[in-house]
């Protein structure tokens, strides 16, 4: 968890700013293919540092992902709704946050404790296709 963390706040602090510089959604394709990787280098992991190095992974792709998500929802409306749509955007973010670990936990109980990693690594993937094909919707 220390790792993880760590890595967040040093990506958000020294790359803050690649989601307006290189665009949001090229951030997020990042951000979920390293989601991805750091999920299944957990979920394969043999030895703590490999763990470590996951759960790392994980954190530099989780740090940029909601600034950049938030940047595409802002594009998508008129300015007089932006402040609904920060809104919402956070609830929802912390709907997931809440729904996630039930959810995990159930699975844990089902599968055992590494497959809440595949399921982090496979919404990962999902969250990466879908953004991938809205984006190809949207002209992006």
Request: glycine share 12%; proline share 4%.
């Amino acid at each position: 968890f220390t790792g993880f963390g760590i890595a967040v706040i040093v990506i958000r602090l020294l790359c803050g700013s690649l989601p307006d510089r290189l665009g949001a959604v090229r951030v997020e394709v990042a951000s979920l293919f390293a989601e991805c990787v750091g999920q299944s280098l957990i979920w394969i992991a043999h030895t703590p540092g490999a763990a470590a190095a996951g759960a790392i992974i994980t954190g530099i792709g989780v740090a940029l992902a909601f600034p950049a998500l938030g940047i595409e929802a802002m594009k998508r409306v008129p300015p007089a709704n932006k402040g609904l749509v920060v809104a919402l955007f956070s609830a929802f973010q912390d709907v997931a946050f809440g729904i996630t670990g039930p959810v995990t936990g159930l699975v844990a109980t089902a599968f055992g404790y590494q497959s809440v990693f595949a399921v982090g690594a496979i919404s990962a993937v999902a969250a990466l296709l879908l953004l991938i094909l809205t984006g190809k919707e949207n002209g992006v």
